[in-house]
């Protein structure tokens, strides 16, 4: 996922004049042979700030590896199999093993299914839930090259972009790795452009390459050419996404074709989102009390660096939904008591910083640093003592 071009009030009009010709195309693309026609689009609705509570364990279903799929292949621009040599190369790179290909899937499908349940919501294409696949496999602590200026999480946000579509990145969190936060700024993004270009093809283009050079291509191609699928002047790599996408779509809905067979009887154990008691330090405590473990609490959730839940990150989790009926019991669960200290003082545990130990006493950081002898840049160890008072 690029940087964002901020919103440009002028040449807004003429770019959305050019995108109208992304959904009517001069020249569509050809169904192969067995597919349906498309039905009509359903009236979009606007897309939800808050996600429903989570439902009690009672009303929790059973959902198997078929259910998800179906519900994937349903919102799928139809027909799903094209015609063409790239589409068919990509379906050969995907799954040039078919039974590993499955496995990858199967693997995916509940962090699928819970990015499909925001798809649904906003009322999106079903393409938008296979960008995960093309950016990280649905690795939520998947990392890109180049440092700490790199992509990273499932949508493989840069920081910038992250930044400003609201995702928290402080020290000991950052959002980029977590499904809940992530997953909801990358679905306000693919909402906003796609009310803007209309096409799903046309959004996924500009998720990839940014607003503003898809709105330039829209507006340049269109005074040379006219109506076209896509516009020319962008990089390979934006026209490849388009490629990729198209190419899982088949895999997913017609997966015979290039002789994939998914395990639909899998069941499947469906996630959801859990609110945090203030308070609350660390994510073993919290799969004690659910009774997980703690590794796979932790790899739903990287976000937390060292699994140490600072004061200034959200308070919010993804945990399988069949551990609502513990979850009201662990509302209140107190805080990790500090390892033993004198009075005046704090012990570090893993994961703290400065800023978050002179925030949760009450105290000025520049006091803290200065009492401690410590620089802003000072690196704390488990174990050391902190001054809390001079």
């Known amino acids: 996922m690029r940087a964002p071009r901020l919103l440009a009030a002028a040449g807004t009009a003429v770019a959305l004049a050019a995108c109208q010709s992304l959904s009517p195309p001069s020249a569509p ?25 989570l439902p009690e364990l009672e009303a929790v279903q059973v959902r198997t ?6 519900r994937l292949t349903a919102r799928l621009d139809a027909p799903a199999c094209v015609r063409g040599s790239h589409n068919n190369l990509w379906r050969e790179r995907y799954a040039a093993q078919p039974d590993r290909f499955a496995a990858r899937v199967k693997r995916i499908l509940p962090l699928l299914d819970y990015v499909m349940d925001e798809v649904e919501a906003a009322d999106l294409p079903g393409e938008f839930a296979l960008i995960p696949v093309v950016e990280s496999w649905y690795r939520p602590d998947a990392h890109g090259a180049g440092g700490s200026g790199a992509p990273a999480g499932l949508w493989q946000m840069i920081p910038s972009t992250a930044r400003h579509h609201g995702v928290t990145i402080t020290p000991g969190y950052d959002g980029r790795y977590s ?60 026209y490849t996404y388009v490629d990729k996408l198209r190419a899982l779509s088949c895999l997913i809905a017609q997966p015979e074709k290039q002789g994939v067979a998914f395990e639909r009887d899998a069941v499947i154990e469906p996630l959801a989102e859990v609110t945090l008691a203030p308070g609350t330090q660390d994510l073993a405590a919290v799969a004690a009390a659910l009774e997980l473990e703690s590794t796979a609490l932790a790899a ?91």
């Open 65 to 70: 590896a078929g259910d998800v799929l179906d």
């Open 300 to 390: 739903l959730n990287p976000a937390y660096a060292g699994g140490r839940i600072g004061v200034s990150a959200p308070h919010v989790l993804l945990v399988p939904a069949r551990t609502r009926l513990r979850w009201n019991g662990l509302a209140s669960l107190p805080s990790a008591s500090p390892p033993a200290a004198e009075a005046g003082e704090y012990i570090v545990r893993s994961g703290d910083t400065l800023s978050e130990i002179a925030q949760r006493h009450g105290l000025d950081l520049s006091q803290l640093l200065r009492w401690n002898q410590l620089s802003r840049s000072a690196v704390l160890q488990p174990g050391q003592s902190i001054k809390l008072t001079q």
């Open 29 to 53: 693309d050809a169904p192969e042979r067995g597919t349906v026609a498309s039905s009509p689009t359903p009236k979009r609705v606007p897309l939800r700030t808050t996600r429903t509570a």
């Open 179 to 238: 499904p809940v936060e992530s997953t909801q700024a990358a679905i306000a993004y693919l909402d906003s452009l796609h009310t803007e270009f209309g096409d799903w093809r046309a959004t996924v283009m500009a998720y990839n390459a940014g607003e503003g050079r898809m709105r330039r291509a829209l507006a340049k191609d269109a005074r040379i050419h006219g109506e076209r699928r896509r516009p020319g002047g962008l990089a390979s790599h934006t």
